[in-house]
């Protein structure tokens, strides 16, 4: 397991988790994003419109480990739509939920990112899971939401869309799989 919570310039204990192996697994990119207090509805859930907010921190923390730093987040992408598909609810726990990304599509000037979240298989065991816990390896998760996000490369300078560098695409196809299929 690799925990970057101590890393220089990374996020402080408690903070995103990730698992060298996670690139051979079900998919080719899984961490663990931690819940907030502030995530929970007044059912005890966490709300629907949070789950956005969990998969862009799944969405950075992947942009800032794909690219070893050098995002293209700092020069230029912007989300263009989101579609998700709520399976069942997760209750508020303790525990980190599991974020499966994956690369779905990619074009001259844009790209999706798929997403698979599940609760972490530990949350529901009578001892508290660490918010380092490691990232589950196994491939059979519950999984409680599937989701795209399209995103689309813009040149902040220049106020318009751009194209791909060679770089981003590179490091982007290395990370291409089917997109996510939804019921409807």
Do not use: C
Not at 72 to 87: D, F, I, N, R, W
Not at 107 to 127: I, T
Request: charged share 20%; aromatic share 8%.
């Amino acid at each position: 397991m690799t925990t970057h919570s101590n890393a220089p310039g990374r996020p402080t204990a408690g903070n995103l988790t990730t698992h060298a192996s996670t690139t051979a697994g079900p998919r080719p990119y899984r961490l663990n994003v931690p819940l907030r207090w502030s995530d929970m509805d007044a059912y005890g859930h966490v709300n629907n419109v949070t789950f956005l907010q969990l998969l862009e921190d799944a969405r950075v923390q992947g942009m800032h480990e794909w690219f070893e730093g050098s995002s293209p987040l700092s020069t230029g992408l912007l989300v263009a739509s989101h579609k998700v598909e709520y399976l069942r609810p997760v209750e508020f726990r303790y525990a980190p939920v599991v974020v499966d990304m994956w690369i779905g599509s990619l074009s001259g000037g844009s790209f999706s990112v798929e997403y698979e979240l599940s609760e972490h298989p530990l949350a529901g065991g009578e001892v508290p899971v660490s918010l380092d816990a490691p990232v589950p390896t196994d491939a059979d998760l519950t999984v409680a939401l599937r989701a795209s996000t399209a995103i689309v490369t813009y040149d902040f300078e220049a106020a318009r869309p751009r194209r791909l560098t060679a770089t981003e695409r590179e490091v982007l196809e290395r990370f291409v799989a089917e997109p996510v299929a939804f019921r409807r």
